[in-house]
Every structure is written in C-alpha cells, then in structure tokens.
C-alpha cells in the first residue's frame, strides 16, 4: 500500500473510530492504538503534503455565503459525443491505445489549485459560465485540501453521492413526498449550497477525470500517466481500464456487469485517447470535442403485460402505485414489478389492467415502465386505504398527484410511531424491537403507547407465539416496567411530533420548567420564542397536541407513566458555552449523563474541538489524544471533571 492510500484508510478508522465514540457512545479501539493512528497519520501528511478534506487533522469549520458567485471558463466546457453502438466505439479507437473509464452521473467540477491548496473550485454551469463553490468543495468527503504539487494545477472531475448515501439520507426525512428523487439531483443541491456546512453533512466524494494543467510537469505524452499523477498526489481518480480495439468489447461487458452493484451513480462511460497530442491534435466539433466520446447504456427492453396496481402505503400516509406485470428477464435477473411514483406518472403512461408495456433498468438498476403500447388508462384510484379501511384523498403538490391517507390512526403510521417510542433515546424499553411491535401490533396487544405499560393481560397469549416464551414475556414486561418512569425530554422525543429531535426535546422542557401541562397548553406565538425553536416547530408542537384524538391517547399513557422532577433552578450560567467531552468519567454514569447537566443550564456540548469551545473536560489532562492536541493547538483550555464541577459549582 503506497503512501496516499494508507492516509486514505487512517482517516476512514480514525473517523470511524470517532462516529462510534461520539454518536453510538461505543468505543471500537483504545485510547492508545487512536492516538498511534492519529499520530502514524500527522506525520504522513507532513511528509507527502497531503491532507484529505475528511482528515480528523484538520478543524472544520465553514461560514455560509450569501450568494454563489459567477465565473466564466477561460474555454468552453464542450459535451461529447454519444453512441450506444459497440461496434462504433471500436471503429472509433482504430488502432490506437485508449482508456476506458466510468461517465459518472454527478455535478462535474473544476479544481485550481496554487502553492499546493485550492485557490477556486467551478461548476461547469452552462459550459461556459459556473459557479465558485471553493468553500463547499473543501469539505468534499475524499478531496485533498492540501497536495504536494506546488505548481498550478487545474483538474476536472464528478462530485457525486453514492447510492447508498443516498439511501441513508432520504431513510431520514418522513415523507415519501419530500424525498430526494435520486443521487444526482442530490448532489447538484448539496454541492451549491450557500452554507458550506450542509455540504459537508451530505458525504459528497469527488472523482478526477482528466488533467487540463499541471504547470512544468511532464507525462510522456499519456493520458495514463495524468492519472497516475494525480492518484499520487491524493486524488481519487474515475475507474480506467486499458484498451485497444481487440480487448474493447470485453471491457465493455466488465463494466456491465460490475454496474449491477457499483455504488456510485454512472450512466454509461467514457472512451477518451492515451495519446495525448494526437487527441488534442483532432480539434473540436462546434459541440464536442474529438478526444473522447460517450458511450451510453443500451437498455435493454422487454415487453410484457400488466396485470394490476398495487397499492403500497407508505409510514406518512402517502399510497404509491406499483405496477404488477407478467416476470420478464432483464440484465441477467428476473423483473415482475416497478414503481409508478405517483398517480400523475400513472395517468401521464395511461396504465390499464391487460395492457402491454415495455420495461427496463434505469442505468441497469432500477425497474421502470418506459412505455404504454395500448394505453387503455383504467385504472381506478382506491377510495379507501388498503390497510386501515379510511378515505382516501387525492392531493397536489407542485403540480404532482399523489394519493395519501389521512387516518392519523393508520397501522402502517403507528407501527413507525411505536417503535419511535420504544427507542433508546424515547422511552428506551430495552429488548423490544421493531420486528416484535409489528407483531404485537397484529395480534391487537398495541394500539397505542399505554399499551406498552398493559402487556400482562396478554401472558397467555405472548408466552406461546413463535418465537417467544416465559423468559422472553418477562424480558419484555421488565424492560416496560422500567421505563415507566422517565423524563420529560424522552418523553416529549417519543412523541414523534414533526421536527422534534431529542436536542429540541430538552430545550422545550428546560425553557417550561419541565411542565407537561405548560407545553401542552402552549401556543404557536410563545412556543417560537425558545431557543433554535422557530415557527414551523412551534406549529407541529400545537398540532399535535390539539389533535383531539392524539390528547385523549396521551391522556392514557399519562396514567401509566411517572415523570421524573426536574429542578430548574434557573441557573442558566453555561449558557452559550460549549463544552467536549472524552475520555473515561468518574463522577457520571456515562457522557449522556454530563451532558444532562451541561444543556439544562443553558450550555452546548459538541463532539469536536473548535475555536468556539469553552474547555475541552478530559480526566487525562496531559493525554496526547488527538482532541487534546487540538486543543493545546488552539488555545482551548483542557480540564478534568473535578475542574469542571468546582468551577461550575455543580454538585453531584
């Protein structure tokens, strides 16, 4: 493993190991195998000048923009040419030497850098005019910041959000609706962002595909060796295999095949000459240049019959349409369904039961109907939902039809809701998952949160289901019976109420005294004026809780529960004081339990060192951890838990 891949894998364990400790409470290495590591890393970056945006070296830290600003190209940024014939693409490359590489399906960039730092970072935009995003490509997951290269450098490449990012970002936002519909869109956004902080959160990597300067370097005439430079240097670089007329077909159907579980969006790829004088020596086309060309998948197509719509409820009350047809074979897997999206994509393909349809894989992943060849469009829209039995409605958004659920009281609603209940950070009853809710759900022993704390009168019943028995019943009956008694803040959290997280969660509760009666009865006007709490919270918190239907339910988990009392002295002396936290505890149970304290008189806790820290509270004051070096850097004072609580006057 050469230099730049081992600083790739230190800042991917480092990171990780940090995710863990910070956000899971976990530790998954010591103290001290964090800081060989940590150290192993300072001294690579120092010696090979490179430092990758994600390094937990560097302090991040960006400051919103009020507006993108233009820049012109110094050359028009031209489209290549496209085919989707195999043939063509070999008659293309004739007998020369090419490399055959991913078009990734991103936003592409161009990246200046000066002295060894970026000094610009340009959308391509129109071609000939983009948009400066220096600060948002400085926070790109896997770019170099810093490079050994002191000569000027201009690259191009595709920011992009891998599938699997993607996945884990709209899992995050409730409604269907409000979903992103796909990586690249995504990207586009997170990459134009004002606030270069919400780029950072988004996991956008950044791949190179082509050198256009490197000031007094010479590559012997090979593109290959571009790349090679730049890998060198730091840089990930697109996916690129060797060809020549005999070998192209074959590595055609490599990449075909390795599409099927690639992770990162591509839409077909590149074929672009080794040899670079004889490529720029081609010129351009008014639209495209002659070094390379585009090769774009072939879908491959199957006609088939639709037999019905399906309809599928969703945990929001949005009820997507899925088409049901007779199974085809498409890119080596069997097909028998696709999602229609909503009821304007259906009507726009004027679907009808019997009808024959073409289908395909979107860039060979994806399912979709691509055609309607009788387009006899009867199908009929539920008035029902097909799980609670309630009216349907039909709404519009932005000129989109979609069909939802109103029924607060839904099945599919409350099975999320339960679960949101019963979590770690709600109620936190120990050992009951999501998988037993829905089943508890299903038998009828939960209809609502009360239920939980009711279980007994279902012994019988629960002690004789597959998979459970006397030892697993009196798990779950303790595992209730201790949360019982709880917090307001969890309690408020388990609510599920839209926009309330578990910080928001204590901010509520600390601002009324921690009286449930107080926040109940609240309005929208006086809710808006707490702290990070705006009017669209404040709205969702008045909604809910004057749902008629929603009180009479927390009016019966009330008679089963007991909320702790909290003292809020007023105290309020840590507010605007951020504190960090790390190392093993001695007067706390856990971080949590400092924090507790911490955020009820008014203070913040964070998870990494800045310039804004008040002190970092370390019981190790003189460790060589990473977040101690950070602060010595930084000038931020490092003190251990007795410090903190005798400064503080905090008596535990």
Partial sequence: MNKSERIKELCRILNKASEAYYAKDEEIMSNFEYDSLYDELVSLEEETGIVLSDSPTRKVGYEPVSFLPKFTHPSPMLSLSKTKDRDELVSWLGDKKGLLSWKLDGLTVVLTYENGVISNAVTRGNGEEGEVITQNAECFKNLPVKISFKGRLVIRGEAVISYSDFEKINEKIKDPAEQYKNPRNLCSGSVRQLDPNITAKRNVCFFAFSLVEAEGADFNNSRLEQMKFLNGLGFEIVHEEEVDKDNLKDKIEWYANEIKTYDIPSDGLVLMYDDI??????????????????????????????????????????????????????????????????????????????????????????????????????????????????????????????????????????????????????????????????????????????????????????????????????????????????????????????????????????????????????????????????????????????????????DSLLECIELEKIQNDGNRDLLGKTFVITGSLNRFENRDALKDIIEQRGGKVAGSVSAKTEALINNDVNSTSGKNKKAKELGIRIISEEDFLEEFNIIV
């Avoid at 004027?350 to 060849?373: C, E, F, H, T």
């Avoid at 201790?482 to 839209?498: D, Q, S, V």
Wanted: proline content about 3%; overall charge negative.
């Fill in 277 to 554: 004088a004889y490529g720029n020596s081609l010129g351009t086309t008014a639209k495209a240049p002659r070094n390379a060309i585009a090769f774009k998948w072939q879908d491959e197509q199957a006609e088939t019959v639709l037999r019905k719509i399906e309809w599928s409820p969703s945990r929001t009350g949005l009820i997507n349409p899925v088409a049901i047809f007779d199974s085809v074979d498409l890119e080596g897997t069997s097909v028998s369904r696709a999602s229609v999206h909503n009821i304007s994509d259906m009507r726009s393909l004027k679907l009808g039961i019997g009808d024959r349809i073409l289908v395909y894989k979107a860039n060979m992943i994806i399912p979709q109907i691509s055609a309607n060849l009788t387009g006899s469009n009867n199908v009929e829209i539920p008035e029902i939902c097909p799980v609670c039995g309630m009216k349907t409605m039909v709404e519009s958004t932005d000129g989109t039809d979609v069909l939802m659920c109103k029924n607060e009281l839904c099945p599919v609603k409350q099975e999320k809701a339960l679960a949101l209940f019963a979590s770690r950070n709600a109620m936190n009853i120990d050992g009951v998952s999501e998988e037993t809710i829905v089943k508890f759900i299903e038998k009828g022993f939960i209809k609502e949160y009360a239920d939980f704390f009711k279980l007994e009168q279902y012994k019988n019943d629960i002690v004789t289901m597959e998979g459970f028995g006397i030892k697993s019943y009196e798990n779950i009956i303790a595992s209730c019976n201790n949360a019982k008694k709880t917090t307001l803040p969890r309690l408020l959290y388990g609510l599920g109420i839209e926009n309330v997280g578990v910080a928001n969660a204590k901010l509520i509760a600390s601002f009324y005294d921690y009286d449930f009666d107080r926040i109940r009865n609240a309005d929208v006007e006086e809710l808006s004026t707490i702290d990070q709490v705006g009017e669209v919270i404040a709205t969702s918190i008045y909604k809910f809780f004057h749902n008629e239907s929603r009180s009479k339910e927390i």
